[in-house]
């Protein structure tokens, strides 16, 4: 029979010990958590004693959910957090938990326990949402975010420092809830915002954020007006401080990516104040996801990734609805999946982000879309981070040292860049078709380098809209007048758009592909203007262009859908991009792929 650690309860209670206690559990109940997650309360026994102030970290709850804690299984408490109530009570937080012994192999209760004399009252229905995840830690206490280190399996200590203040003990982040009023937090600011200000019917304001992070997890802070003037100027990304006296509420997952069921707001009784000793607090934490894992997820949604980044742009320049100017840059990342995905980058970060030498490049709070395949976007708010000191890190530099530089990798995003070599799909016309690309629930992206054999230039002109988001084909009033039915407007005038149908060959087959505007500009030497004029006043020079056009050799990106009309299914193919071939990188690629083939 499985020994129970018999005292484990009572030193539980008083808040010392435990971890690695061998316990019972006797019952299990969930609580409904209304706008949160749903929350397990826990009866443990040690033999001698039951204690039902146990709760399950949230993201423990799979464990419940999937029936691997049940009563009488017997249990290992690897590690936990020790909540104290206002009145008094105390609330054990399981954060780490491993079933030993199933609870079909268990004869049932062990020992006649009985209730321990403390923690009887109903606990709260909310608590913590530690992460798992072993923390990211600083190496020879550098600032920011350039390198960091793992600190493993630290166990929390059985008394906590107290503040410079001395007003309360500091609690583990984990460990928040808003039914708690004396706590104070010892943690890192890992990102930090601008003051950003508002102004409407109600009145102006401004507010800043952060995100902080300790061994047991992160929590989103927010301060708004007093609390901008007060410590905005007083906080540095990098450093440590003791936080205390904050609100805590449920957090809004559509405005944050920290991973905490809850967020904290600065107020009037709120202090922050800077902590010298600072070692063993970590830097930041990531969970990183797989490229290929990517496919996987839904859009908007924010994760972490690391990557090898083969390419990078130069910095360009947008301007926004606003009117306002803002950089962006774009690398593609490759891990060992062989998966690559394009990143933006913008900013600050777009400007100085140096790419030389194929740098290692964590993310940490990416947003994926689905816009041309699968993409990320870096924003203000995601943490970026350059050959940081982590084992993934130094495993992924490692494969792609040894074997990764020699792969093309397979891109989820639709390239716009490149005219012959680096992170695309490449494929052969025929393969396309053998491997029923774009059969799929979404559509494929793939390229090419394949030779104009035919134009079909009947219809390949339309009159547009003039409008400058406008491209829907307009209706000649007959009265020198063109109606556009989407913008439901009159002009004057028009532009001339193209679409060109068009059969491309290599060595194996051919396929039928359409291209627009750009792509068919690119293909025909021209553009739409011209071609349009040309074809109203001089047909022979207008032919004369298509076929000059023929049999000339293109790098093509392309996507591929299975599309149904009228009942007939067949594969539309569509030109994203056409590019002259880059003959130096299209032979470094023929050459890599004669070394596969020979290996």
């Known amino acids: 029979m499985t020994k129970l650690s018999e005292g484990a309860i009572e030193a539980l209670s008083n808040g010392d010990g435990g971890n690695d206690a061998v316990l019972q559990l006797?019952?299990?109940?969930?609580?409904?958590?209304?706008?949160?997650?749903?929350?397990?309360?826990?009866?443990?026994?040690?033999g001698k004693h039951t204690l039902s102030s146990f709760m399950l970290s949230t993201q423990l709850n799979f464990m419940a959910e999937e029936k691997r804690l049940v009563p009488n299984c017997i249990c290992v408490l690897k590690r936990h957090v020790t909540n104290i109530l206002k009145d008094g009570r105390r609330v054990v937080i399981i954060l780490e938990i491993d079933v030993i012994k199933p609870a079909e192999d268990v004869a049932g209760k062990i020992g006649d326990p009985t209730p321990y004399t403390e923690g009887q009252s109903k606990v709260p229905q909310s608590a913590p949402n530690p992460t798992n995840r072993a923390p990211l830690q600083t190496q020879n206490g550098n600032e920011g975010?350039?390198?960091?280190?793992?600190?493993?399996?630290?166990?929390?200590?059985?008394?906590?420092?107290?503040?410079?203040?001395?007003?309360?003990?500091?609690?583990?982040?984990?460990?928040?809830?808003?039914?708690?009023?004396?706590?104070?937090?010892?943690?890192?600011?890992?990102?930090?915002?601008?003051?950003?200000?508002?102004?409407?019917?109600?009145?102006?304001?401004?507010?800043?954020?952060?995100?902080?992070?300790?061994?047991?997890?992160?929590?989103?802070?927010?301060?708004?007006?007093?609390?901008?003037?007060?410590?905005?100027?007083?906080?540095?990304?990098?450093?440590?401080?003791?936080?205390?006296?904050?609100?805590?509420?449920?957090a809004n997952k559509q405005y944050t990516s920290v991973k905490n069921d809850y967020e904290m707001t600065l107020n009037g009784e709120s202090t922050v104040i800077p902590c010298e000793d600072s070692c063993d607090v970590p830097m930041v934490q990531c969970d990183f996801v797989s490229i290929s894992d990517l496919e996987n997820r839904d859009k908007d949604a924010i994760v972490d990734v690391i990557g090898v980044c083969k390419t990078v742009d130069e910095v360009t320049r947008l301007t926004t609805k606003s009117n306002r100017e803002v950089s962006k840059r774009t690398l593609n990342l490759m891990d060992m999946s062989g998966k690559v995905v394009t990143v933006t980058l913008w900013g600050e970060e777009a400007e100085k982000f140096d790419g030389s030498g194929q740098p290692i490049v964590a993310i940490k709070g990416a947003k994926l879309s689905d816009f041309g395949g699968r993409s990320l976007s870096a924003s203000f708010s995601s943490t970026l981070m350059i050959n940081?000191?982590?084992?993934?890190?130094?495993?992924?530099?490692?494969?792609?040292?040894?074997?990764?530089?020699?792969?093309?990798?397979?891109?989820?995003?639709?390239?716009?860049?490149?005219?012959?070599?680096?992170?695309?799909?490449?494929?052969?016309?025929?393969?396309?078709?053998?491997?029923?690309?774009?059969?799929?629930?979404?559509?494929?992206?793939?390229?090419?380098?394949?030779?104009?054999?035919?134009?079909?230039?009947?219809n390949c002109l339309y009159q547009a809209c003039p409008s400058q988001d406008c491209n829907k084909k307009v209706v000649d009033q007959q009265n020198g007048m063109f109606r556009c039915e989407k913008c439901d407007k009159e002009f004057p005038n028009f532009k001339y758009r193209l679409i060109l149908s068009a059969n491309i060959a290599d060595y194996g087959d051919n396929q039928w592909v359409t291209c627009f505007q750009e792509s068919a500009e690119?293909?025909?030497?021209?553009?739409?203007?011209?071609?349009?004029?040309?074809?109203?006043?001089?047909?022979?020079?207008?032919?004369?262009?298509?076929?000059?056009?023929?049999?000339?050799?293109?790098?093509?990106?392309?996507?591929?859908?299975?599309?149904?009309?009228?009942?007939?299914?067949?594969?539309?193919?569509?030109?994203?991009?056409?590019?002259?071939?880059?003959?130096?990188?299209?032979?470094?690629?023929?050459?890599?792929?004669?070394?596969?083939?020979?290996?």
């Open 26 to 46: 006797v019952n299990i109940r969930k609580i409904e958590g209304g706008n949160g997650p749903a929350r397990f309360r826990v009866m443990m026994s040690d």
């Open 522 to 599: 690119a293909i025909l030497g021209q553009n739409a203007a011209y071609l349009g004029q040309l074809k109203d006043s001089n047909e022979a020079a207008f032919d004369e262009i298509f076929q000059q056009a023929n049999f000339n050799t293109f790098v093509f990106r392309n996507r591929v859908k299975l599309e149904t009309y009228n009942d007939e299914s067949r594969i539309k193919a569509t030109v994203m991009d056409v590019k002259p071939i880059d003959h130096k990188d299209y032979s470094k690629r023929l050459i890599m792929n004669i070394r596969k083939l020979a290996a």
């Open 388 to 458: 940081p000191d982590i084992p993934e890190a130094y495993k992924l530099r490692g494969w792609y040292d040894k074997e990764g530089h020699a792969m093309d990798g397979q891109s989820l995003t639709e390239v716009k860049g490149g005219s012959g070599g680096g992170n695309t799909n490449w494929k052969a016309i025929s393969d396309v078709k053998n491997e029923h690309l774009g059969h799929g629930d979404k559509a494929d992206y793939y390229t090419c380098i394949a030779t104009i054999v035919y134009l079909r230039k009947e």
């Open 145 to 250: 975010n350039r390198g960091f280190n793992r600190e493993f399996g630290k166990k929390a200590p059985s008394g906590m420092p107290s503040t410079p203040g001395g007003g309360s003990k500091v609690v583990p982040i984990a460990s928040l809830n808003p039914y708690q009023s004396k706590w104070t937090v010892r943690a890192r600011v890992t990102n930090k915002s601008s003051i950003r200000t508002w102004s409407n019917s109600r009145g102006d304001g401004k507010l800043f954020s952060m995100e902080i992070v300790d061994e047991s997890g992160e929590i989103r802070v927010t301060g708004f007006n007093q609390e901008v003037d007060k410590f905005f100027s007083l906080i540095e990304v990098g450093k440590v401080y003791y936080v205390s006296k904050g609100s805590l509420k449920i």
